[in-house]
């Protein structure tokens, strides 16, 4: 008996082939069809014949019939090409943005300073897009980067691991800030060890600028006393607001407030260094479509806002 060939060995053309005869129960017909010869269509279903060791056709004098076993095979054959095209299709949805998913992650205040405004537009013009947002610290995002749950997440640097690339999106000033309970001490500049006689207000232990404020202040001399720490970018400021001490912030997240003079920005005699926010992605994997237009448009609409 002949060999059964792998799919992978054999040559998808001849069930083609195969499928436009049985459909159209004539060589001739399938040959103008499939724009071939009629010994071309001939030669095909031989060797498929011969591959499978079975007759798949009855020649007649005005054509072909399919064999019961042609019969059995054509219902795969078909159900093949149907999936073929169906993928085909996925493709050209997926390329078009009629289909798919957007995997993004960000912290709280990321996602509602920088990317809502690039995520409003993307869905509006790609509403058949699943957006799959993730919330969490940037020690989470890169967490669930490595772990394949999202393709893109807004950090703060450093990257934690080198499987990790980023590219820059924009640098934000941080500064302290308090209510009008402090204001005093807003009207005058103060050294970073001055900033010892008001109650500090930082984020817990574990997020990436607690470490960096900890940080500048250790580079001064300054261990920081912390008096509340807080989980959220709106808790802060809202105990900031209420006179509980200086809570540390990113300036471009506490707009509205300072404009409003709610709260008031703190002169600090030693400069705070620029922190830059980057989108991360997997070095070793590809962007998918939709998240390569996301990106586009993140990186246009923060563009537009400077």
């Known amino acids: 008996m002949n060999q059964i060939y792998p799919m992978n060995q054999v040559n998808i053309e001849l069930y083609r082939i195969f499928l436009h005869t049985a459909r159209l129960g004539n060589l001739t017909k399938a040959a103008q069809q499939l724009h071939i010869t009629q010994p071309s269509v001939s030669y095909a279903i031989k060797q498929l014949e011969s591959r499978l060791d079975v007759k798949l056709f009855d020649r007649l004098s005005k054509g072909v019939k399919l064999t019961p076993e042609g019969c059995a095979l054509l219902e795969y054959v078909e159900q093949s090409f149907a999936l073929l095209h169906a993928g085909e299709q996925k493709i050209a949805n997926l390329k078009t943005l009629s289909s798919g998913e957007l995997r993004v992650g960000a912290s709280g205040p990321m996602i509602k300073h920088l990317l809502l405004p690039a995520l409003d537009q993307f869905h509006e013009q790609y509403p058949e897009v699943r957006i799959r947002l993730s919330q969490g610290k940037s020690s ?20 934690s691991d080198e499987r990790l690339v980023s590219n820059h999106l924009i640098s934000q000033q941080q500064i302290f800030v308090v209510g009008s309970a402090y204001r005093h001490f807003a009207e005058k500049q103060l050294s970073a060890s ?56 990113a300036r471009s997240f506490a707009t509205q407030e300072l404009h409003d003079g709610t709260l008031f920005e703190l002169q600090i005699a030693e400069p705070i260094p620029l ?32």
């Open 140 to 159: 989470d995002i890169q967490h669930q980067l490595l772990e394949g749950q999202i393709d893109i997440g807004l950090v703060h640097l450093p990257l």
């Open 194 to 249: 001055e900033l010892q006689q008001i109650p500090l207000l930082l984020f817990s232990k574990d997020s990436s600028t607690r470490h960096f404020v900890e940080k500048w202040l250790h580079a001064l001399g300054i261990e920081a006393q912390v008096d509340i720490e807080l989980g959220s970018l709106d808790m802060l400021i809202e105990f900031a607001k209420r006179g509980y001490g200086a809570a540390f912030v």
């Open 275 to 306: 922190r830059s926010i980057t989108v991360a992605t997997r070095r070793d994997m590809s962007l998918s479509i939709s998240a390569k237009q996301f990106m586009e448009l993140l990186i246009h609409s923060l563009q537009s806002s400077m």
